[in-house]
């Protein structure tokens, strides 16, 4: 059964391409009859305007495919900059932890060695007693005895005047303060 139906004409266009001309040697019209040279020449005008076309269509979609290429890279050559950031300020907050947890640690130990109040009490409990007013207490010390008062880790730079001189001065003060006490 044919879709036609009754008194519908129907015109079919064809426009042959490049490849068909070369394909079909009775389209390529080596030898044109005279009267179909007009019809000939606008064959011809179609196939090459059909070829541009779709050369001009093929330039147009590798273009749309490089500037979207060159937007998603970057749209995506910042994230990843800021993932790799975030890992490593994680790492370094992670690093300033253990650091301050070691300085705590360090601290707690040199209170615990140096709390001169414990250590009274202690020789309190021992029996012993403080110094009365008019006695005057010495102590021998070796000659290569050294007082420390800060410890640096930082090799290249040593101990900071500023540390030295603050701990110079508590030193000063709580020696001032237990001969005025005692």
Excluded at 69 to 89: C, M, R, S, T, Y
């Amino acid at each position: 059964m044919s879709s036609v139906k009754e008194q519908e004409y129907y015109t079919e266009v064809y426009m042959p391409i490049a490849r068909q001309v070369y394909k079909y040697p009775e389209l390529s019209m080596s030898n044109p009859p005279e009267d179909k040279t007009e019809e000939i020449r606008k064959d011809r005008e179609k196939i090459r305007r059909a070829t541009r076309n779709r050369v001009f269509e093929t330039i147009i979609a590798v273009g749309l495919i490089m500037f979207v290429g060159v937007f998603f890279i970057l749209l995506i050559n910042p994230q990843v900059g800021l993932a790799e950031l975030a890992k490593d300020n994680s790492d370094l907050k992670d690093e300033i932890a253990v650091l301050k947890r070691n300085i705590l640690d360090s601290e707690a130990d040199v209170n615990g060695i140096t709390d001169m109040d414990s250590i009274r009490a202690q020789a309190l409990a021992l029996g012993m007693q403080d110094p009365n007013a008019n006695q005057v207490v010495t102590i021998p010390m070796p000659e290569d005895d050294k007082l420390v008062t800060m410890v640096s880790y930082d090799e290249e730079y040593g101990i900071s005047e500023e540390a030295y001189d603050s701990a110079v001065e508590a030193l000063t003060n709580y020696y001032l303060e237990a001969q005025q006490d005692g």
